[in-house]
């Protein structure tokens, strides 16, 4: 059978679309990390997002990070690949947006719960940018559908220093209500919280359950050479990406 | 005239600035106590003829987070009760954000043109105006690129391009040659004065200021090592090149069949597997950290991660590294010397310009050191070091004639000018103010982009010969890669980030993010959309010619003309003499009891754990991301309550299970005792602390950085020759070659009052082995109740330079203790093979705060207590058992059923039980006459700072 395709959308400043790749890879798909300036002047069939099977925006600080985290990146999206970006969510293809990717699927309104923005990454509490391994609260009730076979609680690493989950009251309320809440730090106070996110929030997905942003990294769980199980929590996320992508293409 | 729009944002009330809440901690800290609030908003400035809503669009759109954030159009608006200061880039300096700003109106097909950003900080309460401005001056903008007000307010200053003055030496006075070389920065002495004379003498002309440059930088101590390879008369010893008669003869002796490049390029080059070679390279920057502690930092690491992608034909940056030696957090302000920052200030910039610096560039910092000494006020130790991974094949470079220099990266600028002669002078109470154009402004992206191309291009072989524009800028690189052919330099082409810079300007600005290429022309072409498809520039600049001469052009003119072999052999050899340092001290009897005020063993214990120098460093280490690229296997801390490791363990090939082991190892307490041993016990430390971790005794590669005081004193010099003879000795015991290197010499400062002062001498070792499955690989923390504890190595009264000779007011006294090498080496491979075997529950080096130190750590990381028999080793009072810090020693844990098999592994070898671990919650030192008790969380707290 032919690999799924999935492609790693990098641009000026991702610096973790390697070792994504590489867990992409591993689970099976044939993964691409395509630069934003081919798929602006596409001169090849990989150069278009409906190419592919799946989507990955992975960490990094794109374009430095200028103005806001992923800002300039996300507005590059949302003028030039709106249309086929939207076309390629209408068709279920899995969306996952690590960390900086994750910044850029919220400014995107990707995983607003209404029409207003609903959720901002900002400074960490701390005024520092911050790397530990975190243990994550995992919601199994939420439509995600990456979720097959993680534990209740699984230890991924984070490295940010805009990673503040800010969101309001309502907006709150109705990620609980749908249960879009997917991943939660283990406790509200530092360290466990790492960086005073609201709700203790750590990753929320879309209605459908097809698209996902977190800030911390499974990618990096593959390190783990010495906790088997831990570094296969962090691959099953991947697996379950082209899994589920692999199922929509044969529906 | 063209019409302004202007755009300012700021947070939602309640959403927190934590970046302006540290600064003013600082600002409190800092001359301004009244000061209650500061309030930092976002400015941006628009040109050109806007469309109905544009500004409202652009604002709304683009610039504003509409959850956290409010805007607000048009001239600013004076704030009741605050004084504003808006902080802009310098006039004519590019600005990299203008570039992703224009990029986003772009994607949004609007027309305007974005003029500028500022930040405008509003501070509130009680305070100097011009202790504000002094304040602002040094931490809320870097003078050298920013200024007070908005972009559009303050006009360009033209400044006049400077012309070619020839440089008249015939006929010069001995001090007036002195002062020709003084008053033009250019750090050249009076012998390599009256060389260029003579020389330009014999070519019937004047030298022309930028050939007077381009020597100087050549010939500077940071290019060319003069001390390192000067002849050196020792005592009764005489080393014709010291480094070649030391460390580089070391290497050839031990003649590792893993080394592929050692000591001629950019990095070291070592044999990884049959896929892969490793480079590995570590570099001060001491010099500009003192003066700029965040860009002096930054751009430490942005240089040594381009030596990395400039070793060979260029690897991928896999593993960051960064050592600082730095004065006491808790100085008192008034002791701290005029024109110097205080440590508070040098720790805060020098880890953020690592931080930025490292996680941008996505390199994981997962080794480094973090030391507080007296020595280090005035002259902080910033390192930085990585290493790399490249296809194996790639080592060899060779330009050819004909082919085209091509510039690649950023652009350049007036930062950075005379860095390297800066870098081979005293600091002193001016520095701060007068050297700032000789610090470089760092920016990640702008290398970073350059990564993915660069290997592409490598991997097509698309260039013959590459290297990074380090100290001395262009004229050092095109110099050195021009060596064997000759080049021609057009430094008009050389893109710049202001104009109005002379050639000379250009030709030696340390503008950071710069590489070099030799391209054959045919490779142009594609070379060149390699780079653009990813908006890297690179620039034809010049063609290596074959007439072995550096010629500078700009325009049609020929500004300096150097021959090659004057440039690269025309420098005379120095000969120098140093003084061997006093006898070694023998142990005295009064060191021990000297100890005053005595401490009990548990307080002693709390005491070393709470010294700066052994506590924890985890608010520092946590800022880098020591995960990125997730290679990590083995980071900084271990165990569930994480506690400090000794080496990181790294995977250069994801898809490969063998790991990298990096370690650092040094002792500077040790350094005004004895030198010599100082540089061995640093050797050995480096060493331990990757074998502790399962790193293979046998594959070990090292680096040396020498960060000396003035060594024009024969005593300085003397203990540098010294440190030198140590590294040969010892990396010869330890079949340890070492693959490559750097000294930062003349690191002293001089006072207002003329008081000169040197810095301790320091040697920082960085040990690199591999570990066959770094599945294997062995951390700090206890694993197993009732397993037993182990020491590995002989423990004798080896107090000098020890963490309780200093706890206890005894840091004078003491011997600093000898290594044994081959007999280290011998242990180190039977742990090896223990670790190998699976005989190994956990592994400390025992190093500062000797064996309790490192049982205490072990304990804490891992939540189980200890038990330790104070009189497991026979001649060893308690206070030696516990406190010693005798070299080569390794902490083990095994289980109950493997010790015999542990045991026989040692047979001919000295190890000792010392106890075993419990499940209790107190580590416990039991004798025959007293029995004391710590509890973990005390031990952990006080490591923690509690």
Redesign the interface.
């Known amino acids: 059978m032919e690999k799924l395709k999935a492609l790693v959308l990098r641009g000026?400043?991702s610096?973790?679309d390697?070792?994504t790749e590489?867990?992409l890879a591993k689970a099976g798909a044939a993964a691409i990390r395509v630069?934003v300036?081919?798929l602006l002047n596409p001169e090849h069939e990989t150069h278009r997002l409906d190419h592919y099977d799946l989507l990955v925006i992975p960490?990094?600080?794109t374009?430095?990070d200028?103005?806001?985290a992923g800002?300039?990146l996300a507005?590059?999206l949302?003028?030039?690949l709106k249309p086929q970006l939207d076309a390629f969510i209408a068709a279920k293809k899995p969306v996952l947006g690590i960390c900086n990717g994750f910044q850029i699927l919220l400014d995107l309104g990707l995983l607003n719960v209404s029409k207003?923005?609903?959720?901002?990454l900002?400074?960490?509490?701390?005024?520092?940018?911050?790397?530990?391994w975190s243990k994550l609260k995992v919601n199994k009730k939420s439509p995600c559908q990456f979720l097959r076979g993680l534990d209740n609680e699984v230890v991924y690493?984070i490295?940010h220093?805009e990673g503040k989950f800010?969101?309001?009251p309502e907006s709150l309320a109705a990620l609980e209500a749908e249960n879009r809440v997917v991943f939660r730090y283990s406790a509200s106070s530092y360290p466990e919280n790492p960086n005073g996110s609201h709700g203790d929030i750590a990753g929320i997905c879309d209605s459908t359950g097809l698209i996902l942003g977190l800030m911390p990294?499974p990618?990096?769980?593959?390190?783990?050479?010495?906790d088997p199980h831990m570094m296969a929590m962090g691959q099953k996320i991947f697996e379950n990406l082209v899994s589920v992508a692999g199922e929509l293409s044969v529906a | 005239m063209t019409e302004r729009h202007r755009i300012e944002i700021h947070n939602r009330d309640s959403?927190?600035?934590?970046?302006v809440?540290?600064l003013l901690r600082v600002a409190r800290e800092s001359g301004l106590p009244g000061l209650t609030k500061i309030v930092r908003h976002s400015v941006y400035i628009f040109e050109g003829s806007a469309a109905q809503g544009e500004p409202e669009r652009i604002a709304s759109?683009?610039?504003t987070?509409?959850?956290?954030q409010s805007y607000v159009i048009g001239a600013a608006q004076e704030v009741p009760g605050a004084r504003s200061l808006s902080v802009s880039f310098r006039p004519g300096v590019t600005q990299?954000?203008l570039a992703?700003?224009k990029?986003?109106l772009t994607?949004?097909?609007l027309s305007l043109e974005p003029l500028g950003t500022a930040d405008r900080y509003l501070f509130y309460g009680e305070f100097d105006e011009a202790a504000l401005l002094e304040f602002a001056g040094r931490f809320v903008y870097n003078p050298l690129a920013e200024c007070l007000g908005e972009p559009g307010e303050v006009a360009l200053k033209d400044r006049p391009l400077l012309d070619r003055p020839e440089v008249i030496l015939v006929g010069l006075s001995d001090d007036e040659l002195l002062a020709v070389s003084r008053d033009g920065g250019l750090a050249l002495n009076l012998e390599e004065m009256k060389c260029i004379r003579v020389h330009f003498e014999s070519v019937g002309r004047a030298p022309s200021l930028i050939e007077l440059e381009t020597l100087a930088q050549t010939w500077s101590e940071h290019c060319v090592h003069k001390t390192f390879k000067a002849r050196v008369t020792h005592g009764d010893r005489v080393f014709e090149n010291l480094l070649k008669d030391t460390v580089v003869r070391a290497t050839d002796t031990v003649d590792a069949d893993y080394c592929v490049s050692v000591f001629t390029d950019n990095a070291g080059i070592v044999k990884f597997d049959d896929e892969f070679d490793l480079c590995l390279k570590a570099e001060t920057h001491n010099h500009p950290s003192a003066v700029a502690p965040y860009g002096g930092s930054a751009t430490g690491l942005g240089g040594v991660i381009r030596d990395i992608l400039g070793a060979g034909l260029g690897a991928r940056p896999i593993l960051g590294l960064d050592v600082f030696c730095l004065g006491f957090q808790d100085m008192s302000a008034e002791d701290v010397p005029k024109g110097t920052h205080h440590p508070k200030r040098i720790k805060e910039g020098v880890v953020a310009g690592v931080?930025?610096y490292g996680?941008?560039?996505?390199l994981p910092t997962a080794v480094g050191s973090l030391y507080y000494g007296d020595g280090y006020v005035a002259n902080p130790v910033v390192v930085a070091g990585a290493v790399g991974v490249m296809p194996r094949g790639c080592d060899q470079k060779e330009v050819q004639v004909g082919d085209l220099a091509v510039l690649l990266g950023g652009r350049t600028g007036r930062d950075g000018i005379h860095g390297v002669t800066f870098s081979s002078v005293s600091l002193t109470s001016d520095s701060e103010a007068l050297d700032r154009t000789a610090v470089q402004i760092g920016?990640?992206?702008v290398e970073?982009?350059l990564i993915d191309p660069l290997l592409r291009a490598r991997d097509e072989r698309l260039y013959t010969s590459i290297t990074d524009c380090g100290g001395g800028g262009l004229s050092s690189a095109l110099g050195e890669m021009g060596e064997g052919t000759g080049i021609e330099v057009y430094l008009d082409k050389v893109p710049l980030k202001e104009a109005g810079l002379t050639p000379t300007e250009i030709w030696i600005s340390e503008s950071q993010e710069r590489m070099v290429l030799s391209v054959p022309e045919e490779n142009w072409e594609r070379l060149s959309k390699l780079f653009s498809?990813?908006?890297v520039p690179c620039t034809v600049i010049g063609r290596f010619t074959g007439d072995q001469r550096l010629t500078l052009k700009y325009g049609e003119s020929v500004v300096g003309d150097v021959a090659m072999s004057f440039l690269h052999d025309g420098l005379p050899r120095r000969s120098l003499v140093s003084e061997p340092g006093s006898p070694r001290r023998v142990v005295d009897s009064s060191d021990m009891a000297a100890a005053e005020p005595s401490l009990s063993l548990s307080e002693a214990l709390l005491a070393c754990l709470s010294h700066p120098n052994v506590q924890s460093k985890d608010e520092t280490v946590?800022?880098?991301?020591?995960?990125?690229?997730?290679?990590?296997?083995?980071g900084p801390f271990a165990g569930e309550f994480q506690g400090p490791q000794d080496a990181a363990v790294i995977?250069p090939n994801?898809?490969s299970?063998k790991g990298a082991v990096v370690a650092v190892g040094f002792n500077p307490l040790q350094s005004e005792l004895d030198a010599y041993r100082m540089a061995a016990n640093s050797i050995d430390e480096a060493v331990r602390n990757v074998v502790a971790t399962g790193g293979d005794p046998d594959q070990l590669c090292l680096l040396d950085n020498f960060i000396w005081g003035d060594v024009s004193d024969k005593h300085e010099l003397g203990k540098l020759v010294e440190a030198t003879m140590a590294c040969h000795d010892l990396a010869v015991e330890f079949e340890a070659p070492f693959v490559s290197g750097k000294d930062s010499l003349n690191n002293t400062h001089v006072a207002a009052d003329g008081h000169k002062r040197s810095i301790t001498p320091t040697l920082i070792v960085t040990a690199m082995t591999l570990i066959e499955d770094?599945?294997k690989?062995v951390s700090i923390d206890f694993k197993e109740s009732e397993s037993s504890i182990y020491v590995i190595g002989r423990t004798g009264p080896d107090f000098g330079g020890s963490v309780y000779f200093d706890v206890t007011g005894r840091r004078e006294r003491g011997v600093v203790p000898h290594v044994d090498g081959k007999s280290h080496m011998e242990h180190a491979r039977a742990l090896h093979k223990a670790m190998n075997a699976g005989l190994v529950l956990s592994c400390h080096d025992c190093s500062e705060g000797g064996i309790a130190v490192a049982v205490a750590e072990m304990s804490f990381a891992s939540g189980r207590g200890a038990w330790i028999n104070t009189q497991a080793l026979a001649n060893c009072s308690a206070e030696e058992f516990l406190f010693s810090e005798s070299s080569s020693r390794y902490v083990v844990e095994v289980s109950g059923d493997n010790k015999s098999a542990f045991e026989k592994l040692f047979e001919v070898l000295v190890i000792g039980q010392i106890g075993r671990v419990t499940d209790g919650t107190e580590v416990v030192f039991e004798g025959d006459h007293e029995r004391q008790a710590v509890s973990i969380e005390a031990c952990r707290d006080a490591w923690l700072g509690k």
């Open positions: 000026p400043g610096n973790c390697h070792e590489f867990a630069h300036n081919r960490g990094g600080f374009y430095a200028d103005i806001a800002r300039v507005n590059k949302r003028f030039h207003q923005r609903s959720a901002s900002s400074f960490n509490d701390s005024g520092r940018f911050e790397c530990r690493p490295a220093g800010v969101t309001t990294h990618e990096r769980a593959q390190s783990n050479r010495k | 959403i927190r600035d934590p970046a809440e540290s759109e683009l610039l987070d509409n959850l956290t990299p954000i992703s700003i990029a986003g994607d949004m097909k931080r930025d996680n941008r560039i996505g920016d990640p992206l970073q982009v498809e990813e908006d946590r800022q880098y991301d020591h995960e990125v690229q997730g290679r990590t296997v083995q995977l994801l898809a299970d770094a599945r690989c």
